[in-house]
């Protein structure tokens, strides 16, 4: 599960991507947090649409297995 915070201020948005612990261990747990900030002046642009989604699609395909080192 993915969850994405967005906050925006004066001068930037910031995308953040939050894939929710998993287990990989019985006691283990791990987790990946992309962060993504692009100028509020940019965020319209078709390249800013495109960068945003494709951050989204690496924290989809974000996989933890038993080689994980915690």
């Known amino acids: ?23 990989v261990f019985p006691n283990r747990w791990v ?15 078709e390249f800013v649409r495109s960068v945003v989604q494709q951050t989204w699609e690496i924290a989809r395909k974000v996989r933890f297995d038993h080689d994980t080192k915690a």
């Open 1 to 23: 599960m993915i969850a994405q915070f967005v906050h925006t201020d004066s001068k930037l948005e910031t995308h953040t991507f939050r894939v929710l612990p998993k287990k």
């Open 31 to 45: 987790q990946a947090i992309l962060t993504l900030s692009i100028k509020q002046e940019a965020r319209d642009s």
